[in-house]
C-alpha cells in the first residue's frame, strides 16, 4: 500500500481577443452594407485560477490479483470563467466570457481491479470505478445569480449550474380550475451528473480469445426535454396521446394538476419536462482473436480479428430522445445543457483486422 497526498494550482486563460470587443459585416436594409456585433468582450477579463488539495492511497493484493486506488480532493476556482448571458436590453444576445466568482468542486475516486480466475487456458477479470465530483457556488460576485442559458443558472450555495423551470405547485392534486393551473419556480437540480460508475470485464481463453465488455452510468442530474415539450404543444408526443384526447373533448375530469400541466398543449411548461437524466449504458462489447503462429500464411508475424459495438444498450426513465443528447453545452465555457432535437450517441460497429510483416 502507498499513501500520497498533493496540492497544487493551476490556470486556465481566456482566448487571445477574448477581451475585445469585435463587429463582424452584415448587410443592411436594402442590400447596404452593415456591421452586427461579433464578440462582446470585457476589458477586465483575466485568467481564473484554481487550488486543489487531494489524498488517498494505491494499494495491491493476492500477488496483484487484487488492486486498489482511492483519491478524495477539494478544489477551489477563482475569478472562474464563464459564458453569461447578458440582459438582451443592452443590444447584445450573444453571451459574454466573465469572471464571476468563486466555486467549489469535491469528490472522490475509487478504482478496484481483480483477477478472478488467472489460469494458463481461462483469464477473467473484473473492475469498475466510483466517482463523485459535487460543485457549489461559493461566490457569485456582485452581479448576483448568473444566467448561463436553458434557464441553467449559478446561485450561491447551489450545484454549478441548476436548471430552475416552472412546474406545477400541487402535480398530485385535482385543481379547482383545470384550465389555469398554479405554476412556480423551482430548482430542479444540478444540470451535470455528480456520479458516475463504470463496470468492466474480460475473459480471455487460451491467450487467443477476448470477450471485453464495459458499462457506464451517470447519476444525480436533471435535462429538459425541449424535443418533448414542444411535441406536446403540437399534440405530437405518445404518451400523452389518451390524456389529450380527453383534454380536447372539454373533460378534464379524474386528471391531477402534474398530469394537465405535463400534456395540455397550453399549459405545460419546460419543466413539466425537466427529469432526472440518471442512466447506465452498454458502452463498448468486442470480440477479439489472435491468429495462433502455425496458421499465420507466408511471412506474417501475427494477425488478429476484432469486432465492436458501442452504445447498445441504455436503461433510463429520461422521457426525451437520450440522456446524453444535449444542444450547445459543448461550447469553450459554456456551462448550460438542454436537450433539443439533438441526435444522441450514434450506436456503431466496427470490425478490424490488424496483421504485421
Known amino acids: ?33 452593415a456591421v452586427t456585433p461579433g464578440n462582446i468582450g470585457d476589458p477586465d477579463l483575466g485568467p481564473e485560477r484554481s487550488r486543489e488539495f487531494e489524498g488517498g492511497f494505491e494499494a495491491s493484493f493476492f500477488e496483484d490479483r487484487i488492486s486498489a486506488s482511492f483519491t478524495a480532493y477539494r478544489q477551489r476556482t477563482y475569478d472562474a470563467l464563464v459564458n453569461v448571458q447578458p440582459t438582451p436590453s443592452n443590444g447584445f444576445t450573444d453571451t459574454q466570457l466573465r469572471n464571476v466568482g468563486e466555486f467549489e468542486n469535491r469528490g472522490i475516486e475509487f ?15 473484473l473492475g469498475g470505478s466510483y466517482s463523485t465530483n ?3 457556488a461559493i461566490e457569485t460576485g456582485p452581479s448576483g445569480d448568473i444566467y448561463v ?25 385535482i385543481p379547482d380550475d383545470p384550465q389555469n393551473v398554479e405554476f412556480e419556480e423551482r430548482n430542479l437540480g444540478a444540470s451535470y451528473a455528480p456520479q458516475t460508475l463504470n463496470l468492466n470485464t474480460s475473459v480471455t481463453l487460451w491467450e487467443d480469445l477476448t470477450l471485453e465488455v464495459l458499462g457506464q452510468g451517470k447519476f444525480g442530474h436533471v435535462l429538459s426535454s425541449g424535443t418533448a415539450y ?19 373533448n372539454g373533460d378534464y375530469s379524474g386528471l391531477t394538476a402534474g398530469q394537465i400541466g405535463r400534456c395540455d398543449p397550453d399549459q ?22 489472435r491468429v495462433p503462429d502455425q496458421y499465420l500464411p507466408g511471412r506474417l508475424r501475427n494477425a ?19 440522456p446524453e ?9 459554456a456551462l448550460f445543457r438542454q436537450e433539443y432535437y439533438n441526435l444522441p450517441p450514434v450506436r456503431s460497429f466496427t470490425f478490424t483486422l490488424k496483421t504485421n510483416f
Not at 443558472?153 to 398530485?172: F, L, S, T
Request: glycine share 8%; aromatic share 12%.
Open 149 to 173: 442559458g436553458w434557464n441553467n443558472e449559478i446561485k450561491e450555495g447551489e450545484p454549478v449550474p441548476a436548471v430552475y423551470r416552472d412546474v406545477v405547485k400541487n402535480p398530485d392534486q
Open 230 to 248: 414542444q411535441n406536446v404543444r403540437r399534440e405530437k408526443w405518445p404518451t400523452c396521446n389518451d390524456i389529450q384526447a380527453q383534454i380536447s
Open 268 to 289: 405545460t411548461t419546460y419543466g413539466m419536462w425537466t427529469r432526472a437524466a440518471d442512466y447506465f449504458k452498454l458502452r463498448s462489447l468486442s470480440l477479439q482473436y
Open 304 to 322: 488478429s480479428l476484432r469486432f465492436q459495438g458501442r452504445n447498445l444498450f441504455t436503461i433510463t426513465d429520461y422521457p426525451g430522445l437520450d
Open 134 to 136: 459535487f460543485t457549489e
Open 111 to 125: 478504482d478496484l481491479d481483480t483477477d478472478v480466475i488467472r489460469t494458463e487456458a481461462v483469464t477473467w477479470r
Open 1 to 33: 500500500m502507498k499513501l500520497r497526498g498533493a496540492y497544487g494550482e493551476s490556470g486556465r486563460a481566456p482566448s487571445a481577443f477574448a477581451a475585445i470587443r469585435t463587429y463582424e459585416s452584415t448587410s443592411g436594409d436594402e442590400g447596404e452594407p
Open 325 to 333: 443528447a444535449f444542444e450547445d453545452g459543448n461550447r469553450p465555457f
